[in-house]
């Protein structure tokens, strides 16, 4: 800090200046991020809001009823308008409130949670934080948790199983609808991780197209991811997380009596929460309604199987699997993944690498002339190294 403080102007430059490095969606050149540039009208609606503090519902009762109505309409799309819940920081944030709730619900010496291997590594600070131990399953040969391992690995000491809607390498649905019946069955709880997927799969059947259904229809799910910040075109920080009624979070919600209007029952896990959030969510979706975000899906499954047939077309790659949702994996059977990812780097394509397999995501952001030029310069890289 200096002794004496800079005008504003120059500190605009010198931001400018300082973040010319930093990657931007408009570049087109970010196809490996989950998140995308916000839309202008929410972004319009969170800056004029920035004071908000949902920490403090009393302060901002009107702020609280809009995020009150968020999760009503989240509650609709995903199949239970009395779902109950907040808009927080983050996917991992909400999963890890869904693991929380659910070790305190069991109330057992020992706590276990059953999860495919494709799970977010957001379980792995869930489990450290919480004392949990992780059994993770393997995946079928269509990438989901296997349901008959789900089953013979479930003990006394197992207090959840989480299943995803759109895993992070591959947006593969585990069968949820056999999660739902396990998980009753044995009296467990059933976490649905739709960070990503929450956004996508519920538009899908709007389009005409295959949508594998993960929700609260299912009797068995307790709570769900869904988060505003990716697919959902909202400034971050805004994640959510969605229980199926109220009475569930009550062995994580804290009574906090000296508040300015009473005592509160809070069952976040930060404090002090931005209100702003919560408003520009609200304001997008009303704005968007359904079918705003049904187009905005149906655009990013067009680019997703231009992108997909172009892989097909070119020798020495291929397609872990059809995608469901919009993400793309992109294998080799002959070329090393990791070289063909370090080339695309090279030429400046951000793009995900997991161990076996490149993961393009088809965001608002993209456009076709992206995924094209991404495509040219694939064709021109296997050739080279085959
Ligand atoms: N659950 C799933 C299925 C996710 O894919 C993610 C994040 C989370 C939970 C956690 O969400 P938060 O990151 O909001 O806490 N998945 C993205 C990923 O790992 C996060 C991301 C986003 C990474 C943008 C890079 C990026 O540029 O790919």
């Known amino acids: 800090m200096y002794e004496k403080g800079l005008p504003k102007n120059a500190l605009f430059q010198k931001i400018k200046t300082r973040l010319q490095q930093d990657s931007t969606y408009r570049s087109g050149r970010i196809l490996g991020s989950m998140c995308t540039e916000p839309h202008s009208f929410a972004k319009q609606v969170y800056m004029q809001f920035l004071e908000k503090n949902l920490g403090d519902p009393y302060l901002f009762p009107a702020t609280a009823e809009l995020e009150r109505e968020v999760i009503q309409m989240f509650g609709s799309l995903l199949s239970n308008p009395n779902a109950y819940g907040y808009i927080v920081s983050g996917g991992t944030e909400a999963n890890i409130l869904a693991l929380w709730t659910a070790r305190n619900l069991a109330k ?6 059953i999860l495919s291997v494709s799970s977010h590594f957001s379980f792995d600070k869930a489990a450290d934080l919480l004392g949990l131990k992780l059994i993770k399953i393997e995946l079928n040969n269509r990438f989901q948790v296997d349901i008959k391992a789900v089953e013979e690995t479930i003990t006394s000491n197992t ?3 989480v299943g995803n809607a759109g895993t992070t390498d591959l947006g593969v649905v585990d069968p949820i609808p056999e999660l739902s019946k396990i998980a009753l069955a044995n009296d467990i709880y059933l976490h649905i991780d739709a960070a990503f997927g929450g956004f996508v799969l519920p538009f899908l059947k709007n389009l005409g197209l295959p949508a594998p259904a993960f929700d609260f229809r299912f009797p068995g799910v307790h709570s769900i991811t869904i988060d505003p910040h990716k697919m959902g075109l909202a400034p971050i920080p805004a994640g959510g997380i969605l229980f199926r009624d109220t009475s569930i979070v009550e062995p994580i919600g804290m009574k906090v009596s000296y508040l300015a209007g009473g005592e509160a029952n809070l069952a976040t896990l930060v404090g ?5 959030s919560s408003i520009a969510v609200w304001a997008l979706l ?4 359904r079918a705003g975000y049904a187009a905005v899906v149906k655009r990013c499954m067009k680019l997703t199987w231009t992108l997909a047939e172009g892989v097909r077309q070119i020798d020495g790659v291929s397609l872990v699997t059809q995608p469901t949702i919009n993400i793309v994996g992109i294998k080799s059977d002959g070329l090393d993944v990791q070289l063909i ?3 695309l780097r090279k ?4 793009i995900s690498l997991f ?5 393009i995501v088809a965001m ?3 456009k076709l002339s992206h995924v094209k030029a991404f495509l040219d310069d694939l064709r021109e890289i296997t050739k080279k190294l085959g």
Do not use: C, F, N
């Open 286 to 289: 009303m704005h968007l309604g």
């Open 355 to 359: 161990p076996h397999h490149i993961r």
């Open 364 to 366: 608002p952001h993209t």
């Open 272 to 276: 002090t929460r931005s209100g702003a």
């Open 159 to 161: 207090v959840a199983i």
């Open 347 to 350: 030429k400046g394509w951000a």
């Open 108 to 113: 057992r010496k020992k706590h276990e949670v």
């Open 341 to 343: 990812a370090r080339e």
